[in-house]
């Protein structure tokens, strides 16, 4: 059994009793990925040299200290790859820096094992974008593990992870999560720095762990939160110790149930698991109020032209010069970009920066770009005036639990409707959190995880982990 599927605290207890050795646990998580990596492919590489050698030199002393971590494939670490899942960047670039979570998880003892695979430029919700390989849900191989951070989700739940981080743009570390049975977070937009990720929609991204539990997700946050000059959009605000109030319980906290996320395309079994989840909630104390967010159905179309507005601009420097591989056919410097972005981006990353390109042109900025905002600062709002009412939110992540791998095929929009109930937390900032609620049978008597979602007010992250932590002891 890998030692990758026990909790952080767990193999921490065991490394500072002397039980076990960092490089024990580097090289369990090793065989893992090595018998596992075939059939479930999470991750693109691993530097096992490397690794082992930050082993034992590891301080164990330090709140992570000897523990491996898995990295998805856009943040950087120095001296390893960082693809974005894309063949732009393949054999092109190796890391100079550190990204800062990537640096504050060296700082708090962590060892960075292993690049997980991810939807080209975290563009996606199965994994299925990624130009470099298939990822498969570990509780059925038919089947997506989510996405984008798909692999560090696969990773995590195939015990070939002890924890991994991964980015959420709308959606990209609690879909995944959701769908492979982890515990997966995403920060408060300007609670963890996002320098070092590779910017997708920069008023959108950030970095938030997967966690075989609740604490080792709240052991994380500590761990990569916090102020850092590099970032300006990175907040000066202290980072609490998460895990002290982990287990105060749920008694007088108020719970909102938004009947928008409950409403048509729902399926049933997936409603039955989160409505459990809610009834056990209040029967530990817990006020469950009825809510309406009616704003949620311009969610999706709101974040599909900012998000792509964004990205146009930020991926405008994936052009075989500053970044990415070269392909030089053509008769002058402008040929030369256009072959080589033709060449290195996938088709949903060409889809997205034609999009982009297009809300952002002058003839349609106002009518898309400037309406899209308007509606966002509408759903930041609404937002805000249901935390007046109630300390958290409870909802599904997903209408449905993984799909089949292929069967969204040619039919973008499909997958990103179903981003339904993740993307508003993006484009509000606020903090939300998947944490396993159970499985739903599926047609070959296979049974597909269900993540429970609950989202917080701005820097809220210690309500919605309390009440995570509540569910997971009781579930
Ligand atoms: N599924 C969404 C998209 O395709 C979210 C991706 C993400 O959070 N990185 O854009």
């Given at each position: 059994m890998s030692l990758a599927t026990q909790s952080i605290t767990a193999l921490r207890q065991q490394l500072t009793a002397g039980q076990i050795t960092s490089r024990d646990i580097v090289e369990s998580v090793a065989a893992a990925i090595d018998s596992t990596n075939d059939s479930i492919g999470a991750y693109l590489s691993r530097d096992l040299d490397r690794a082992l050698a930050a082993a034992d030199a590891a301080d164990l002393s330090l709140p992570l200290g000897g523990i491996p971590i898995a990295m998805k494939d856009n943040i950087n670490v120095q001296g390893e790859p960082c693809t974005c899942g894309s063949k732009f960047l393949q054999n092109a670039y190796l890391s100079p820096y550190d990204a800062t979570a990537s640096r504050k998880l060296k700082e708090s003892g962590a060892i960075l094992f292993g690049r997980t695979n991810m939807d080209e430029f975290a563009m996606g919700s199965s994994t299925e974008n990624s130009a470099l390989q298939v990822t498969r849900n570990p509780h059925d191989l038919d089947r997506i593990p989510g996405g984008s951070s798909g692999g560090s989700a696969a990773a995590v739940a195939a015990g070939a992870a002890v924890a991994a981080l991964g980015s959420d743009t709308g959606g990209s570390v609690r879909q995944p999560a959701s769908h492979c049975g982890v515990v997966g977070l995403k920060p408060s937009y300007g609670r963890v720095s996002r320098y070092g990720l590779v910017a997708f929609a920069s008023s959108l991204d950030q970095i938030g762990p997967l966690t075989n539990s609740v604490e080792d997700a709240a052991l994380l946050l500590e761990a990569i939160a916090g102020a850092d000059p590099r970032d300006s959009t990175c907040l000066d605000q202290p980072v609490p110790n998460?895990?002290?109030?982990?287990?105060?319980?749920?008694?007088g906290t108020r719970i909102g149930l938004p009947a928008e996320y409950f409403g048509?395309?729902?399926?049933p079994a997936v409603r039955e698991r989160i409505e459990s989840a809610a009834k056990a909630l209040e029967a530990q104390g817990a006020e469950l109020v009825e809510l309406s967010l009616p704003f949620t159905k311009h969610a999706v179309a709101t974040y599909y032209i900012i998000a792509p507005a964004e990205a146009s601009s930020n991926l405008s420097?994936?052009?075989?010069?500053?970044y990415g591989n070269r392909v030089d056919k053509g008769t002058g410097i402008v040929d030369m970009y256009g072959t080589s972005r033709a060449a290195g981006f996938g088709a949903e990353v060409k889809r997205r920066i034609i999009l982009g390109t297009y809300v952002l042109s002058s003839g349609y900025y106002d009518a898309y770009y400037t309406r899209a905002q308007k509606v966002r600062t509408l759903i930041q709002q609404e937002f805000q005036s249901a935390f007046q009412k109630v300390d958290a939110i409870l909802a599904p992540i997903s209408p449905a639990p993984a799909r089949k791998i292929g069967e969204a095929k040619g039919d973008p929009l499909k997958d990103y409707l179903a981003d339904i109930y993740t993307i508003s937390a993006n484009l509000a900032g606020v903090c939300a959190i998947s944490v396993p609620a159970g499985t739903v049978p599926s047609d070959n008597g296979k049974h597909l995880p269900v993540g429970l979602q609950l989202i917080g007010p701005h820097l809220a992250e210690e309500t919605i982990l309390r009440i995570a932590k509540t569910w997971e002891d009781i579930r």
């Amino acid at each position: 059994m890998s030692l990758a599927t026990q909790s952080i605290t767990a193999l921490r207890q065991q490394l500072t009793a002397g039980q076990i050795t960092s490089r024990d646990i580097v090289e369990s998580v090793a065989a893992a990925i090595d018998s596992t990596n075939d059939s479930i492919g999470a991750y693109l590489s691993r530097d096992l040299d490397r690794a082992l050698a930050a082993a034992d030199a590891a301080d164990l002393s330090l709140p992570l200290g000897g523990i491996p971590i898995a990295m998805k494939d856009n943040i950087n670490v120095q001296g390893e790859p960082c693809t974005c899942g894309s063949k732009f960047l393949q054999n092109a670039y190796l890391s100079p820096y550190d990204a800062t979570a990537s640096r504050k998880l060296k700082e708090s003892g962590a060892i960075l094992f292993g690049r997980t695979n991810m939807d080209e430029f975290a563009m996606g919700s199965s994994t299925e974008n990624s130009a470099l390989q298939v990822t498969r849900n570990p509780h059925d191989l038919d089947r997506i593990p989510g996405g984008s951070s798909g692999g560090s989700a696969a990773a995590v739940a195939a015990g070939a992870a002890v924890a991994a981080l991964g980015s959420d743009t709308g959606g990209s570390v609690r879909q995944p999560a959701s769908h492979c049975g982890v515990v997966g977070l995403k920060p408060s937009y300007g609670r963890v720095s996002r320098y070092g990720l590779v910017a997708f929609a920069s008023s959108l991204d950030q970095i938030g762990p997967l966690t075989n539990s609740v604490e080792d997700a709240a052991l994380l946050l500590e761990a990569i939160a916090g102020a850092d000059p590099r970032d300006s959009t990175c907040l000066d605000q202290p980072v609490p110790n998460y895990r002290e109030s982990l287990n105060k319980g749920v008694k007088g906290t108020r719970i909102g149930l938004p009947a928008e996320y409950f409403g048509e395309g729902l399926d049933p079994a997936v409603r039955e698991r989160i409505e459990s989840a809610a009834k056990a909630l209040e029967a530990q104390g817990a006020e469950l109020v009825e809510l309406s967010l009616p704003f949620t159905k311009h969610a999706v179309a709101t974040y599909y032209i900012i998000a792509p507005a964004e990205a146009s601009s930020n991926l405008s420097r994936f052009d075989g010069v500053r970044y990415g591989n070269r392909v030089d056919k053509g008769t002058g410097i402008v040929d030369m970009y256009g072959t080589s972005r033709a060449a290195g981006f996938g088709a949903e990353v060409k889809r997205r920066i034609i999009l982009g390109t297009y809300v952002l042109s002058s003839g349609y900025y106002d009518a898309y770009y400037t309406r899209a905002q308007k509606v966002r600062t509408l759903i930041q709002q609404e937002f805000q005036s249901a935390f007046q009412k109630v300390d958290a939110i409870l909802a599904p992540i997903s209408p449905a639990p993984a799909r089949k791998i292929g069967e969204a095929k040619g039919d973008p929009l499909k997958d990103y409707l179903a981003d339904i109930y993740t993307i508003s937390a993006n484009l509000a900032g606020v903090c939300a959190i998947s944490v396993p609620a159970g499985t739903v049978p599926s047609d070959n008597g296979k049974h597909l995880p269900v993540g429970l979602q609950l989202i917080g007010p701005h820097l809220a992250e210690e309500t919605i982990l309390r009440i995570a932590k509540t569910w997971e002891d009781i579930r």
